[in-house]
């Protein structure tokens, strides 16, 4: 599935749709893009929408970032700066995927083998003065997701 996003508050929209269809078992989220490609505004969108009212920021320098809402646990890891999978082995990885936890990835090549397989990825390119996601499902639950957006 393709959409095209016009502007940052398109991008928003779709992290609040996206927000709105979440399954309340693990979730896993791969974004892809460039540096700038609305990758966090995206993730900012569907953490403010799960009911976070501060700020979202990227969690480039920290990895990740973790958000205790009402009814969901999320990470949102930022691997860009990781030099070497094996660094995720000391971040306790295995301790994040747990039930009705969201995460979302960004840079999630950067984490190889050591990554469990998303049930999403969203892929931000840019295209004219917007930008064109691709949502590709990898499991039932993101392929339900998918199929509820596209209505």
């Given at each position: 599935m393709e959409i095209y996003l016009a502007d940052e508050s398109a991008t928003l929209e779709l992290g609040?749709?996206?927000?709105?269809?979440?399954?309340?078992?693990l979730f896993i989220m791969h974004l892809e893009g460039d540096l700038g490609a609305g990758k966090t505004t995206l993730s900012r969108g569907l953490i403010q929408q799960l009911g976070h009212k501060g700020n979202v920021k990227s969690p480039t320098y920290t990895l990740v970032e973790r958000y205790d809402l009402t009814d969901k646990l999320v990470f949102?890891?930022?691997?860009?700066?990781?030099?070497?999978?094996?660094?995720?082995?000391?971040?306790?990885?295995?301790?994040?995927?747990?039930?009705?936890?969201?995460?979302?990835?960004?840079?999630?090549?950067?984490?190889?083998d050591y990554l469990p397989e998303p049930d999403l990825t969203l892929s931000l390119r840019y295209?004219?003065?917007?930008?064109?996601?691709?949502?590709?499902?990898?499991?039932?639950?993101?392929?339900?997701?998918?199929?509820?957006l596209n209505k």
């Open positions: 609040k749709q996206l927000a709105q269809h979440c399954p309340k078992q949102h890891f930022d691997l860009y700066r990781l030099s070497d999978p094996e660094e995720l082995e000391f971040l306790g990885l295995d301790d994040y995927f747990s039930e009705n936890t969201l995460c979302l990835i960004e840079w999630a090549k950067q984490g190889g295209k004219n003065e917007g930008r064109l996601v691709t949502i590709s499902a990898h499991s039932s639950a993101g392929q339900i997701l998918c199929n509820t």
